[in-house]
């Protein structure tokens, strides 16, 4: 695949000025991967739910009576979320995911396979 990939994790985005500087600077076709996206803080999951649905960026200028409402227009990307905690993820983010993988772990015969192969491509016996 010739696109770009981006790739963070849950924790590291704590606010939603974070995830809104890695969305709005996304090339057009990105891979945006997160992983531990069950880690993601529930007030930054919600700005995410705009970008996933209709690649927009709602923000909030000023505060109080004064404030006003943006509509940013996004690229648009793909994003891949990845978890071990499958049951933290929360009902909204996860309905919003057009396809959803549970991936099992190797079994030992799997396993050898994979390491003979790449023994055989060092050059290793």
């Given at each position: 695949m010739e696109v770009p990939l981006r790739a963070t994790s849950g924790p590291v985005i704590e606010r939603q000025g974070?995830?809104?500087?890695?969305?709005?600077?996304?090339?057009?076709?990105?891979?945006f991967f997160i992983d531990e996206i069950h880690r993601l803080n529930r007030v930054v999951e919600e700005v995410l739910y705009g970008a996933m649905e209709d690649f927009t960026?709602?923000?909030?200028?000023?505060?109080?009576?004064?404030?006003?409402?943006v509509k940013i227009d996004l690229p648009h990307f793909t994003l891949?979320?990845?978890?071990?905690?499958?049951?933290?993820?929360?009902?909204?983010?996860?309905?919003?995911f057009g396809i959803q993988f549970r991936l099992n772990f190797y079994d030992p015969e799997e396993l050898k396979t994979i390491i003979l192969r790449a023994a055989s491509l060092l050059g290793m016996k």
């Open positions: 974070d995830l809104a500087a890695i969305l709005t600077n996304l090339e057009p076709g990105t891979i960026l709602d923000i909030i200028i000023g505060e109080g009576p004064g404030a006003r409402t891949v979320g990845a978890t071990t905690r499958a049951g933290l993820l929360t009902s909204p983010l996860r309905e919003r």
